[in-house]
């Protein structure tokens, strides 16, 4: 309201301002008007000012604070105030030319000098008129000094005398007066001339020095001259004749128009500035208004659109709630924000029909994942380029990765083992299921996967789902089972004729060797050849029966950590070369076991570990001396025993089947040591795992056994304790050599 009114008051200061320059008004535009005027358009054109900056800042802020539509309202501001100042600009710029050139007519040499020729004239004229008069007052007051007897003598003939004078000067009408102005003669020619005036009292003091003083018209049309006369004390002659009025008015009338001429001209840059300064104030006040309302019309624009874009930053936010203000006034905007407010009431009807969708395919999804969760086998989903899309636990746990390394990569990338098969299933696709097998080594372990595919058919493309089915125990159980059979078997068929084998061998010695004169060492070679390789036989078929019939576990409640010490013990008697080390916990390794069973695998492992290190060449300068390490520790409920070596190490390829019966890396091996552990470990509820030794990951050589056992239960009893130990199953670690 305020800006309004002081717009309204510059554009009445302006139009009054420039009707009084116009000469509009009855108000003369003096110097004093003038600065009245710019005065008070200079208090209006900064008030104005002052409003607008305000304006202004506060637009600049809005900018800076990056206010929605602020560019906008800056950009339409300016461009306003850009096309409504132009045309003032040049108006004004116009005017102050048109002045310029106007008062440049008006000043030109010409006009200067007709207006200074005809005051030069009048003057001429008047200069002649007092020139002849002043000629005539000197002659004629010379004449009167001379006529100064007859003056005292005969007064009478002396007026006459005076009055031929001015007959024949022709000087109309002449006075012989005092000092006071006192006439004491006169003589006039012209009787129709009733009252010519007298002198001024100063024309007599100037007088006095014996030159003529001429009198120039001043309001009366006469011209007179004053001369003191030398012969007369105190008299002075006065001498006048009238002028034309007419030419005298001209005369005057040149004076008057060449002083107001040589006045204006000596204010001709002040009224040109005064005026340039009315045209430059007009100029300001009306790009002031123009701004004033471009700042009024861009806030009326910008608004809405602020509301709108300040209630797409909402949307943008997920508040679909919000709604637009609408005013009718506002016209194709209005007609906008219902738009947008429709728009929302649309989004939000959308939002909830796809939440609530979102809800019903999260309750599917946490269904598939809960079930996929609790299958057995590894489940993979690919997408139509064979990307992974998802992974359940039992897969990531075959796999021995995180799901973040799978979700979203390739499979020949993710799981290079499945790759040949994925290309040729997605090269031949069919609705049919198809299977193979695949090994995976993680961790130093080899395992035997039963892999699926089934082809998966949906909108974004063809997909696969692959089932992953570890049947390394169930292979090992069958070949287990298929050796137990075929030694069972082999054990019968054999063991029958190796007693009378034996038993013919011995008779044979018995009753012939006293006959053999010649190579009776050669007989004797041969019967006990024969005696020891029967023997062997029989040993072999022991071992047979021992795998094919091992005894049931006679479990009682034990500490591990008895039949370890003894195991290292014995083998570091028989290997003094190797350093034995043992790490023990301070609290037993209780559980049930059959210790005869327990010492039989204890001692089988480190036996193979001090073996592992006798196959390493160790004669080279520098090498290391072999070390075996038995370290043994409580894990979340399990008894975790790692027998480590610095020896040959295991076989990357098919390192799962040294589990198998006749299987050896070993040339005098039976390949039935480990078998026998792992089906020990098997009664016992535990595991066993062929993996790299520590050092191999520094660039190191050797192998790791680790066994796997279940613990007691927290306060079991019959367990037990030695001297020191806290009774509570926590491994304290104790290094222990033993060689």
Same mark, same amino acid.
């Given at each position: 309201?305020?800006?309004?009114? =002081?717009?309204?008051?510059?554009?009445?200061?302006? %139009?009054?301002?420039?009707?009084?320059?116009?000469?509009?008004?009855?108000?003369?535009?003096?110097?004093?008007?003038?600065?009245?005027?710019?005065?008070?358009?200079?208090?209006?054109?900064?008030?104005?000012?002052? =409003?607008?900056?305000?304006?202004?800042?506060?637009?600049?802020?809005?900018?800076?604070?990056?206010?929605?539509?602020?560019?906008?309202?800056?950009?339409?501001?300016?461009?306003?105030?850009?096309?409504?100042?132009?045309?003032?600009?040049?108006?004004?710029?116009?005017?102050?030319?048109?002045?310029?050139?106007?008062?440049?007519?008006?000043?030109?040499?010409?006009?200067?000098?007709?207006?200074?020729?005809?005051?030069?004239?009048?003057?001429?004229?008047?200069?002649?008129?007092?020139?002849?008069?002043?000629?005539?007052?000197?002659?004629?007051?010379?004449?009167?000094?001379?006529?100064?007897?007859?003056?005292?003598?005969?007064?009478?003939?002396?007026?006459?005398?005076?009055?031929?004078?001015?007959?024949?000067?022709?000087?109309?009408?002449?006075?012989?007066?005092?000092?006071?102005?006192?006439?004491?003669?006169?003589?006039?020619?012209?009787?129709?001339?009733?009252?010519?005036? #007298? !002198?001024?009292?100063?024309?007599?003091?100037?007088?006095?020095? &014996?030159?003529?003083?001429?009198?120039?018209?001043?309001?009366?049309?006469?011209?007179?001259?004053?001369?003191?006369?030398?012969?007369? $004390?105190?008299?002075?002659? /006065?001498?006048?004749?009238?002028?034309?009025?007419?030419?005298?008015?001209?005369?005057?009338?040149?004076?008057? *128009?060449?002083?107001? /001429?040589?006045?204006?001209?000596?204010?001709?840059?002040?009224?040109?500035?005064?005026?340039?300064?009315?045209?430059?104030?007009?100029?300001?006040?009306?790009?002031? *208004?123009?701004?004033?309302?471009?700042?009024?019309?861009?806030?009326?624009?910008?608004?809405?659109?602020?509301?709108?874009?300040?209630?797409?930053?909402?949307?943008?936010?997920?508040?679909?709630?919000?709604?637009?203000?609408?005013?009718?006034?506002?016209?194709?905007?209005?007609?906008?924000?219902?738009?947008?407010?429709? #728009?929302?009431?649309?989004?939000?009807?959308?939002?909830?029909?796809?939440?609530?969708?979102?809800?019903?395919?999260?309750?599917?999804?946490?269904?598939?994942?809960? #079930?996929?969760?609790? @299958?057995?086998?590894?489940?993979?989903?690919? &997408?139509?380029?064979?990307?992974?899309?998802?992974?359940?636990?039992?897969?990531?746990?075959?796999?021995?990765?995180?799901?973040?390394? =799978? =979700?979203?990569?390739? @499979?020949?990338?993710?799981?290079? $083992?499945?790759?040949?098969?994925?290309?040729?299933?997605?090269?031949?696709?069919?609705?049919?299921?198809?299977?193979?097998? @695949?090994?995976?080594?993680?961790?130093?372990?080899?395992?035997?996967?039963?892999?699926?595919?089934?082809?998966?058919?949906?909108?974004?493309?063809?997909?696969?789902?692959?089932?992953?089915?570890?049947?390394?125990?169930?292979?090992?159980?069958?070949?287990?089972?298929?050796?137990?059979?075929?030694?069972?078997?082999?054990?019968?068929?054999?063991?029958?004729?190796?007693?009378?084998?034996?038993?013919?061998?011995?008779?044979?010695?018995?009753?012939?060797?006293?006959?053999?004169?010649?190579?009776?060492?050669?007989?004797?070679?041969?019967?006990?050849?024969?005696?020891?390789?029967?023997?062997?036989?029989?040993?072999?078929?022991?071992?047979?029966?021992?795998?094919?019939?091992?005894?049931?576990?006679?479990? $009682?409640?034990?500490?591990?950590?008895?039949? %370890?010490?003894?195991? @290292?013990?014995?083998?570091?008697?028989?290997?003094?070369?190797?350093?034995?080390?043992?790490?023990? !916990?301070?609290?037993?390794?209780?559980?049930?076991?059959?210790?005869?069973?327990?010492?039989?695998?204890?001692?089988?492992?480190?036996?193979?570990?001090?073996?592992?290190?006798?196959?390493?060449?160790?004669?080279?300068?520098?090498?290391?001396?072999?070390?075996?390490?038995?370290?043994?520790?409580?894990?979340?409920?399990?008894?975790?025993?790692?027998?480590?070596?610095?020896?040959?190490?295991?076989?990357?390829?098919?390192?799962?089947?040294?589990?198998?019966?006749?299987?050896?890396?070993?040339?005098?091996?039976?390949?039935?040591?480990?078998?026998?552990?792992?089906?020990? %470990?098997?009664?016992?509820?535990?595991?066993?795992?062929?993996?790299? *030794? !520590?050092?191999?990951?520094?660039?190191?050589?050797?192998?790791?056994?680790?066994?796997?056992?279940?613990?007691?239960?927290?306060?079991?009893?019959?367990? !037990?304790? $030695?001297?020191?130990?806290?009774?509570?199953?926590?491994?304290?670690?104790?290094?222990?050599?033993?060689?």
């Amino acid at each position: 309201m305020i800006g309004l009114v =002081l717009v309204i008051l510059s554009l009445l200061s302006v %139009l009054v301002s420039f009707a009084i320059l116009t000469g509009i008004t009855p108000i003369t535009p003096s110097d004093q008007v003038l600065k009245v005027a710019m005065a008070v358009n200079a208090v209006l054109l900064l008030a104005l000012t002052g =409003l607008i900056g305000w304006e202004l800042v506060g637009l600049y802020i809005a900018w800076k604070d990056g206010r929605a539509a602020a560019r906008l309202h800056w950009r339409i501001l300016t461009h306003f105030s850009v096309i409504a100042a132009a045309p003032a600009v040049i108006i004004a710029v116009l005017a102050s030319v048109t002045l310029d050139q106007g008062l440049d007519r008006w000043f030109e040499t010409r006009t200067r000098t007709i207006v200074q020729n005809a005051a030069k004239v009048g003057a001429a004229y008047l200069q002649e008129h007092a020139r002849v008069l002043r000629g005539d007052a000197i002659a004629m007051a010379a004449e009167i000094d001379q006529a100064k007897p007859l003056y005292d003598d005969e007064p009478t003939r002396f007026d006459q005398f005076f009055e031929t004078q001015c007959s024949l000067r022709q000087i109309p009408a002449a006075f012989i007066l005092r000092a006071d102005g006192t006439v004491v003669t006169s003589a006039k020619l012209d009787e129709a001339w009733d009252s010519p005036l #007298m !002198p001024p009292p100063e024309a007599f003091r100037q007088a006095e020095n &014996d030159e003529p003083v001429v009198i120039a018209p001043g309001q009366s049309n006469q011209v007179g001259a004053v001369m003191k006369l030398k012969e007369f $004390e105190g008299l002075y002659l /006065y001498a006048t004749r009238p002028l034309d009025g007419r030419v005298l008015d001209q005369v005057r009338l040149a004076q008057a *128009a060449a002083g107001d /001429y040589g006045k204006l001209e000596s204010s001709r840059y002040g009224v040109q500035l005064a005026f340039a300064l009315i045209f430059v104030g007009v100029a300001l006040i009306l790009l002031l *208004a123009a701004i004033w309302a471009g700042i009024g019309f861009a806030n009326r624009l910008v608004a809405p659109i602020r509301r709108l874009i300040l209630a797409a930053d909402y949307v943008s936010k997920g508040n679909l709630a919000i709604q637009v203000p609408v005013r009718p006034k506002e016209g194709d905007l209005a007609h906008l924000g219902e738009t947008f407010n429709t #728009m929302t009431a649309e989004l939000r009807t959308q939002r909830s029909e796809l939440i609530a969708a979102k809800d019903q395919i999260d309750r599917r999804r946490r269904f598939t994942e809960a #079930m996929l969760a609790g @299958v057995t086998a590894g489940v993979i989903g690919l &997408d139509a380029e064979r990307r992974i899309t998802l992974a359940n636990r039992s897969a990531l746990a075959l796999l021995d990765t995180a799901e973040a390394n =799978l =979700l979203g990569k390739s @499979v020949d990338e993710a799981v290079p $083992e499945l790759a040949a098969a994925t290309a040729e299933m997605s090269a031949e696709p069919s609705h049919r299921a198809r299977q193979t097998q @695949v090994t995976l080594r993680r961790a130093g372990q080899e395992r035997t996967i039963n892999v699926r595919f089934t082809t998966e058919t949906t909108a974004a493309g063809g997909g696969l789902v692959v089932t992953l089915d570890d049947i390394t125990d169930l292979v090992t159980a069958q070949r287990s089972s298929a050796w137990a059979d075929v030694a069972r078997r082999i054990a019968h068929e054999i063991k029958n004729p190796l007693t009378p084998i034996q038993l013919s061998a011995e008779r044979i010695r018995r009753r012939y060797a006293k006959r053999i004169e010649d190579d009776r060492q050669v007989f004797d070679q041969c019967v006990d050849t024969i005696i020891r390789q029967v023997g062997d036989i029989e040993r072999m078929v022991n071992e047979f029966s021992s795998f094919a019939r091992m005894p049931k576990p006679q479990k $009682e409640a034990g500490d591990l950590r008895e039949p %370890l010490r003894e195991a @290292v013990f014995l083998q570091s008697v028989g290997n003094p070369e190797i350093d034995f080390v043992s790490r023990l !916990p301070d609290t037993p390794l209780a559980g049930k076991f059959d210790m005869r069973l327990m010492n039989q695998v204890f001692t089988n492992l480190v036996k193979n570990a001090a073996e592992a290190i006798a196959a390493v060449d160790r004669s080279a300068p520098g090498s290391a001396k072999g070390r075996v390490e038995v370290v043994a520790r409580v894990e979340q409920g399990e008894i975790v025993i790692d027998v480590i070596d610095n020896g040959i190490g295991f076989p990357q390829e098919n390192r799962h089947r040294l589990l198998e019966p006749y299987v050896t890396t070993r040339e005098k091996g039976t390949g039935l040591g480990l078998a026998i552990v792992r089906k020990i %470990l098997e009664e016992h509820g535990g595991r066993i795992e062929l993996l790299d *030794a !520590p050092a191999v990951a520094t660039g190191g050589q050797g192998a790791m056994m680790r066994l796997i056992l279940p613990a007691a239960e927290a306060g079991a009893q019959g367990v !037990p304790v $030695e001297a020191g130990g806290d009774g509570t199953g926590t491994a304290k670690s104790a290094s222990v050599p033993v060689a």
